[in-house]
């Protein structure tokens, strides 16, 4: 019973390791601002979340790191007698609660970068030897007045020492700010630490920005940054907010995470679908032409449906040929559906063929949507008729409106290449 555990294991972990792999060869190199809100520091689960972010220090990421400290700041506020007062979500600091701010800040900055120091034997941090710095990396000016309301010692992003975290960052350390901010003239202001996380995006041009706290539970996990535009509209939510600032600025991926699941900063980073929410400017899934460069992705998503009769086989150097007739559905760089559309000189039918959909993703509407789109286009290109060969998916055609039909009704360039012994059944529908 034990060797057959252990078996699966080690299959579970090679499976897992097998996908992800392209994720870790993307992310190399690449920037990342982390945003983990206060919340997120008072759970039991944030030394494991630290680990997590070593790691992906030590697979060659570029890492930023921002923290909050809200929950702390008032849990502080409250014990020494000293009322908290907000407007626009952000806190009026006054004297009192900016020295209290000032110490939770930094207690806080000195946990962490004790967190990221933890390396003893049988832990995840074993001889990580991780750099954590931090520094005077952002300048801010004053809140001022806003609706009649002096917000004292609270700031805002004036400038961010690019050049400084840079510098850093070459080094493989990470960069640690914590809400705090300083002026030309030496005084100190209370930030937002998702302020702070976007501009700092915003401004190094970063790959990724990861928002990890306390997320809304009922939002999708893909949206382009039209769709969360709207989404605010009806849900006002900062971190959302933040992330719509950023992907509109030219912010790439913004990711919001929810800091109750355990590893969810991996999952959303090393898995096709991640457990997260994506904020993009461009759809994370989009359909297109297919290119020679598709012909790897199409020949790994063909190849059950080939072994088990449902399609008939192509060679590589068939499908090179062929594949200005495929369209592709693409899913974060991997190919996840095919058609193709054959139009054939001299007759007034098409053929659809090789639809095929990777099996995680069934059972969305994606065939559906591929066929529709190929029939369109035959319509669009003034034809009558189109055609199809089955082995296996007679009735799903029947279902859209095909009829059977003979060999002697195909064009005759493809009734010269039928397979006799393949014995495919032909079926072929009128277009209007």
Known sequence: MASTTFTTDIKTTTDWFRSAAPYIH?????TFVIAIDG???ATPRFSTLIHDVALLNSLGIKLVVTFGARPQIASACQAAGISAQYHQDLRV???????????????LKTRIQAQFSFGLP???MSDAKIRCTSGNFITAQPMGVKDGIDFQHTGKVRKVDIEGIQAQLQQENIVLLGP??????????NLSSEAIATEVAIKMRADKLIFIGDMVADLPRELTLSQAQKTLEQNSNHQLLSATSACSAGVPRVHLLDHKLDGALLQELFSHDGVGTLISKNPFENTRPASVNDVGGILELIAPLEANGTLVARSRDRLETEVAFFT??????????CAALYQYPDSDTAEFACLAVDPDYRGAGRGEYLFNLLENQAREAGLSNLCVLTTQTA?????????SA???????????????????KVFIKTLD
């Open 395 to 403: 009735h799903w055609f029947l279902e859209h409106g095909f009829q």
């Open 406 to 424: 003979e060999i002697t009704d195909l064009p005759m360039a493809r009734q010269n290449l039928y397979n006799n012994q393949r014995n495919a």
């Open 39 to 41: 919340n997120t520091i």
């Open 122 to 124: 049988n832990t995840p």
């Open 180 to 189: 705090l901010g300083y002026s030309s003239t030496g005084e100190v202001f």
């Open 93 to 107: 600091t006054d004297d009192d609660s900016l020295t209290i701010a000032i110490n939770i800040i930094g207690t």
């Open 26 to 30: 993307a992310h190399r190199g690449a």
């Open 328 to 337: 592709v559905m693409e899913r974060d760089n991997s190919i996840i559906a």
